[in-house]
Structure formats: structure tokens, C-alpha cells
């Protein structure tokens, strides 16, 4: 018998985009597929169109607004396939997404995970295809989804018992919460698998680009202060090295603050990352010399002086 594969949709007041969502997963080749859209609490009437447009071809869930984590959990707990399929309520799957992720399992039994290459939707109608790369060894994945999340989430095709072994979705890191998730399933020791093949449409809607820039980049930053403590970072880096790697994200950090104007936390970022790696101010005044007259990089270095003096 053929599995059941559950596409879970979170969504929160999507109503202008999340039907293309169902009927991207209504119209799969493969045919043993539920359909969970879990209503984060919207308040446009998403809950009641897809009650009225769809009615038991979907299983609609509603819950208080707790965030999309959540909602992806309430639906990882209802589901009953064997296989989850994330999709959000502005993603649209190609009607082979489902089958061509499927043969992946087949042909590697020992993969817990599979995703694809993506078609990105400007609002404009233009396209790209941005680069995806291939796992790499089961030896070496931890290492390297630690320095760039490179699965796609909404191209994910994964195993619901090893997500839920891993705790599923943490609530406490959006909008990077897929990439922990991502390192929690490596730090297992689970298999990752892809398709070159792009599966997955994703529709880049306008938003707040400051905010959001933020909001990543403080996820991503503890992120990588909760990856310390996995006993397979030792693989990748020792203390050190982590601590230098570390710096790199408060120095990040510290950039999208000062370009947001938020000066105290940038000074305070910065400082972070001088404490973890005081070689940063020498390497960062190399690069400004190639780029600025001497008289630049001296007031530079002074004020960087000074403001480590403030710590």
C-alpha cells in the first residue's frame, strides 16, 4: 500500500493567496494525500472561505494566533501520514512535487529528508532561479547547514516520526526556524536527499525589509549560539574557532542594527563581537584599507576604540 502523505498548510490571514496553496496540493499526481490548513487566528475570513470553498476535502484546524511555528506543529501533531509535505499559504507545489519527492524515499530508505530547487514569484510577474546545492555527506551535513541553511522549506518532503523526534518547529526563533530544525535532524544523524528539479513556486510578497532583516538576523544568531552546545559542532570547529564564527554573526547583527538606525544595540553587538574575537577590529581594518585613505581607517580604529571603552 502506497503511504499517506499529509500537506500541512499554516496560514494567518492569507486569504488573497492561500487557495492557490490547496489547490497546488489538491492537484498532486500522487493521490494518497491529506490536506491540514491549520488558521492561525486570521481575521480577513480565511477560516470561513475555506470552509465554504473546500468543505471535507481539506481538514481545517483554527487555533488562537500563536505564530506560524506553532500552527506548523498543531498540524505535525494532526497529521496521519507517514510523510509531511510543508507548505505555506503563499508556496504553490507543482502537481509532481509530492511523487518525485517520494521516489527519493524509495529508491534511499535510510533518507529522512527530501527537498527540491524552488521557482521564485516576484510581484511583478518576473522569475529566477536562485541556486540550491546538494547535501552533502551524511559526515559533513551538520557542518555545512551550519554555515548556510540550504534547504529550501517549503520544498521539504520529510518523515514525521523523525521530525517529531526532534521536537519539531521551535516557537522561540521565527522567521529561521526551519534552519534549526534543519541542524536539530543533522545533529541526529539523519540523511538529507534532493531533487534537481524545480517543484515548488514561492511568491516574494513586499513586507517590512527592515524589520524582517532583524528579526532573521537575531534568529540566526541563536541559532548559532544553541548549535555550541550540540556535541557534533566539536566535528566542525573547536572552541576557538566557534568563537570567532560566533563573533561573525554579532558583527552582522551590529550591521543591520546601525543601518536601522538602532545605534545602541549595534554598539552592543559589536562589542559581543570584539569580546569573542578581538582579532575582528585588525581584519576589519585590513579590508576598510583597501577600500579607504589611511586618515578614514584611523578615525575608524579610534572610534571602534572608544566604543569598546564603553563596554
Known amino acids: ?31 494518497h494525500c491529506e490536506i491540514i490548513v491549520v488558521d492561525d487566528g486570521s481575521t480577513d475570513g480565511t477560516a470561513n472561505l475555506l470552509q465554504e470553498r473546500y468543505g471535507d476535502q481539506i481538514r481545517l484546524i483554527c487555533q488562537e494566533n500563536q505564530g506560524a511555528a506553532v500552527a506548523r506543529n498543531t498540524g505535525l501533531h494532526a497529521a496521519q501520514g507517514e510523510y509531511i509535505q510543508l507548505c505555506d499559504a503563499d508556496d504553490r507545489l507543482l502537481p509532481e512535487k509530492i511523487a518525485r519527492s517520494l521516489a527519493v524515499f524509495q529508491a534511499q530508505p535510510e533518507t529522512a529528508l527530501v527537498y527540491t530547487r524552488y521557482q521564485p514569484l516576484e510581484s511583478d510577474g518576473r522569475t529566477f532561479v536562485p541556486v540550491v546545492i546538494e547535501p ?65 513556486l514561492y511568491r516574494l510578497r513586499p513586507g517590512s525589509l527592515h524589520t524582517n532583516t532583524i528579526r532573521m538576523s537575531e534568529s540566526r544568531l541563536k541559532i548559532v549560539q544553541l548549535a555550541r552546545h550540540y556535541p557534533c559542532r566539536n566535528d566542525c570547529m573547536n572552541d576557538a574557532a566557534y568563537d570567532r564564527f560566533e563573533a561573525g554573526r554579532h558583527h552582522q547583527l551590529a550591521m543591520v542594527y546601525w543601518q536601522a538606525g538602532r545605534r545602541a544595540d549595534a554598539r552592543h553587538s559589536f562589542r559581543t563581537a570584539l569580546a569573542l574575537d578581538p582579532s575582528l577590529q585588525r581584519r576589519i581594518n585590513m579590508l576598510l584599507a583597501h577600500l579607504f585613505p589611511a586618515r578614514i581607517v584611523l578615525w575608524i580604529d579610534g572610534l571602534v576604540t572608544r566604543v569598546r571603552g564603553q563596554a
Not at 498548510?9 to 493521490?31: E, G, H, K
Open 136 to 200: 552533502p555527506p551524511p559526515d559533513k551535513l551538520f557542518c555545512e547547514l551550519l554555515q548556510v541553511n540550504f534547504v529550501p522549506h517549503g520544498t521539504v518532503l520529510a518523515r514525521r516520526n523523525v521530525v517529531l523526534a526532534v521536537g519539531g518547529y521551535n516557537p522561540e526563533l521565527p522567521p529561521a526556524e526551519d534552519w534549526d530544525l534543519w541542524l536539530r535532524l543533522a545533529a541526529a544523524g539523519h540523511r538529507f536527499a534532493w531533487v534537481d528539479e524545480v517543484l515548488m
Open 1 to 31: 500500500m502506497e503511504p499517506l502523505v499529509s500537506i500541512i498548510i499554516p496560514t494567518y490571514n492569507d486569504r488573497r493567496y492561500v487557495c492557490d496553496a490547496v489547490d497546488s496540493a489538491l492537484a498532486q499526481i500522487y493521490p
